[in-house]
Structures are given as structure tokens and as C-alpha cells.
């Protein structure tokens, strides 16, 4: 399956570490992204191919890969980091665009 | 600086065409791909389809075959997406985002536009 899964929620208190995890067969070959919507805004990039991280985006977010999971990782979680989080990829073949449902992390 | 700029919000009953459009500044328009996301109310984001602006490409997702339309004028900068008998069920935010499509780093959202809410409704 070129499906992508996520939790549908992470909570963590100010200054812990969440790691949203995003699972999928293609990822052994297919790269994966992060994606950052705060509420009421417009999806911002924050993590692309696996590990690196755009311009401007804070140090904290760290993006790993495994197999078929891909991690990403907040460190010392922030208030501000309270949005919903959704990773990216393409199905096996590459032809076409995947997100996977998203995660809802609450800063406690 | 990259911007997207979308068209205003829509109020529209079944039945009704719609179109909404998204213009591109600060980078060569001709030369990235456009694409289309729909967010439903509460919901994730589902990828609609790409226009290509130099030659008019186009890709759609399969879920959204034959359900919309996605073209672009390269003259004006724009892309559009547009229905020709919206229904409630197309009731959402609709996002365009430029599309990178790299060798070495693979393809994704880098831009956003600011969303187009659309609401349908009797």
C-alpha cells in the first residue's frame, strides 16, 4: 500500500521532546516531508528529504528515517509548537502526491 | 520573496461553477509546478492535482479526477482551479502550493498560498 499512517495525536508538557512517527511501505524508497499548520494558517514546510531542515526553522525540529517509519522530532517543545503536523511522500512508483492524516500534538 | 496569492473566499449553492485562482510572484513562474490541496473542516490534506505553468501539464490525483479542472495562464502568473457544478461535499479550504521537484532532494510543498475557503450551500 502507498498508504501513509500517523497518530492521530501526540501531547506533551513545555520543554519534553514529542516524536511523530509516519509509516508507509514506500518510504524505504520514497524521501518524506513535514509540514507544520498552525491553527488557522496555510501548511508550512519544516522538514524535507528525510533530515534537513528549510531555512529559518528552528533547530529543535529533526527529521529521521527507518525502514518504513519516518520520525519527526521536537525538542524542547514550545507553546507555539501547538499545530497539527502532517508528513509527505510520493507512492511507490512517483508518480503521485501522499499526506498521511495528520497529527494534532498538544503542548500540556 | 516567494508569494502565492489566492482569489477571496466563495459562497456558492449546488449547481453553480466556480472558479478560484492563484497568483504567483518573486520567482519564475513558468518553471515550477502549481499544485492543489483540499482540506475538508476538520479535516487533513487531500493532494488535488499540478499544473505545470510553462507548458500546461497537468496531473491529477485519482480521487479527483474528472471532479475538477486545473489549468494555468502563464501571461498573468496564474493557476486556477474550477468546477462546473459545485456540490455541498465541496464545502473546504483549498490551498495551492508551489511544487519543487528536484534531483537530489525529491519533490514537495515549498510555498503556500493563504487558502480559498469555498462554501456551498442551498
Known amino acids: 500500500s502507498d498508504e501513509l499512517t500517523q497518530p492521530p495525536s501526540v501531547s506533551v508538557s513545555p520543554g519534553q521532546t514529542a516524536r511523530i512517527t509516519c509509516s508507509g511501505d514506500a518510504l524505504p524508497k520514497q524521501y518524506a516531508y513535514w509540514y507544520q499548520q498552525r491553527p488557522g494558517q496555510a501548511p508550512a514546510l519544516i522538514i524535507y528529504k528525510d533530515t534537513e531542515r528549510p531555512a529559518g526553522i528552528p533547530e529543535r525540529f529533526s527529521g529521521s528515517s527507518s525502514g518504513t517509519i519516518v520520525t519527526l522530532t521536537i525538542s524542547g517543545v514550545q507553546a507555539v509548537d501547538e499545530a497539527d503536523y502532517y508528513c509527505q511522500s510520493a507512492d511507490s512508483s512517483g508518480s503521485y502526491v501522499v499526506f498521511a492524516g495528520g497529527t494534532r500534538l498538544t503542548v500540556l | 520573496e516567494v508569494r502565492l496569492v489566492q482569489s477571496a473566499a466563495e459562497v456558492k449553492k449546488p449547481g453553480e461553477s466556480l472558479r478560484i485562482s492563484c497568483e504567483g510572484s518573486?520567482?519564475?513562474?513558468?518553471?515550477?509546478?502549481i499544485a492543489w490541496v483540499r482540506q475538508m473542516p476538520g479535516k487533513g490534506l487531500e493532494w488535488m492535482g499540478l499544473v505545470y505553468p510553462g507548458d500546461s501539464d497537468i496531473r491529477y490525483s485519482p480521487s479527483f479526477q474528472g471532479q475538477v479542472t486545473i489549468s494555468a495562464d502563464k501571461s498573468i502568473r496564474t493557476a486556477y482551479l474550477q468546477w462546473s457544478s459545485v456540490k455541498a461535499s465541496d464545502t473546504a479550504i483549498y490551498y495551492c502550493?508551489?511544487?519543487?521537484?528536484?534531483?537530489?532532494?525529491?519533490?514537495?510543498?515549498?510555498?503556500w498560498g493563504q487558502g480559498t475557503q469555498v462554501s456551498v450551500s442551498s
Open positions: 502550493a508551489r511544487f519543487s521537484v528536484t534531483t537530489d532532494s525529491g519533490s514537495f510543498f515549498d510555498y
Open positions: 518573486g520567482y519564475t513562474f513558468t518553471i515550477y509546478w
